[in-house]
């Protein structure tokens, strides 16, 4: 697969994710967040860029951390 096809896949997925982070359609929303966030992950690896490296690990990392948190509270 094309970075460039990975990259627009995960833009999508980041779209997505924000547009279905209601309550009523929990995880879908969070959960496309985490993908939007790996793949770019992915492409910042690839074009070694590590402010987009730091942005999307942290973004990844948070989101994980949100949906554990919320699964062991509830």
Do not use: C, F, Q
Request: avoid cysteine; proline fraction near 4%.
């Amino acid at each position: 697969m094309k970075i460039d096809h990975i990259k627009w896949a995960a833009t999508v997925a980041l779209i997505a994710g924000t547009a279905l982070n209601t309550p009523l359609l929990w995880p879908l929303g969070p959960l496309l967040l985490i993908l939007g966030g790996i793949l770019w992950l992915w492409v910042a690896l690839v074009w070694r860029e590590l402010s987009l490296v730091v942005t999307n690990a942290a973004m990844v990392a948070a989101g994980v951390a949100s949906v554990i948190y919320t699964l062991l509270v509830r």
